[in-house]
């Protein structure tokens, strides 16, 4: 499950480091996780590339890409594939572990809390509030990422191309995500893997 990320890189053609031991790892998401109120991405960006060194930009990017079409959340996908590259199942099972243990016990908790205090305006509040922080959240990630587009098989342009297609289709069109996925997305990789041959 080790994506063509080995060969490829952000600033450098690999990581400036990796995971010493499955402890280091369930650690390191559990921290991300707890982290990532309204959406963890950004931070798994942060966290395994930028103050870990764990994957170069473009190697995070790839991740990202094949979490987004397999099923599921992308975080879990990434975690279980990051995990597997470093530590096979036991590592994919300590990125899990890590991702979900704690945060699962927090997010029960805030769940009978807001049962009981969701009428209360000060809490509607602050629940739109941390739904314009996670936007950003996710902006921010998107263009710390844009330089790595670079390096994709597309090109600049034609990848370019790609983003503002899927943003026009989304945000103009209100086109539904697996429709996006099932046009735009399966075009890009076609055309991408026509290019790589």
Request: aromatic share 6%; proline share 7%; hydrophobic share 55%.
């Amino acid at each position: 499950m080790s994506p063509a990320g080995d060969r490829a890189g952000g600033d450098a053609d690999t990581p400036r480091a990796r995971p010493r031991n499955l402890l280091e790892l369930l650690l390191a998401f559990n921290r991300l996780a707890l982290q990532g109120f309204g959406g963890v991405l950004p931070i798994a960006q942060h966290e395994l590339v930028e103050r870990r060194g764990w994957l170069t930009k473009a190697q995070f990017l790839e991740l990202l890409a094949l979490g987004q079409v397999l099923p599921g959340p992308n975080i879990v996908n990434v975690s279980l594939m990051f995990g597997h590259r470093h530590f096979g199942w036991r590592g994919a099972a300590a990125a899990l572990l890590g991702l979900t243990l704690v945060p699962s016990a927090v997010v029960l908790l805030l769940v009978v809390l807001y049962g009981r205090f969701n009428t209360l305006a000060p809490v509607a509040g602050a629940l739109r509030g941390m739904a314009a922080v996670a936007a950003g959240l996710v902006l921010a990630m998107g263009l710390k990422l844009l330089p790595a587009l670079k390096q994709s098989p597309l090109g600049w342009p034609p990848a370019l191309g790609v983003v503002a297609l899927s943003l026009g289709l989304i945000l103009v069109l209100h086109w539904p995500l697996p429709a996006v996925l099932a046009t735009v997305g399966l075009g890009s990789v076609l055309l991408a893997w026509k290019r790589l041959k």
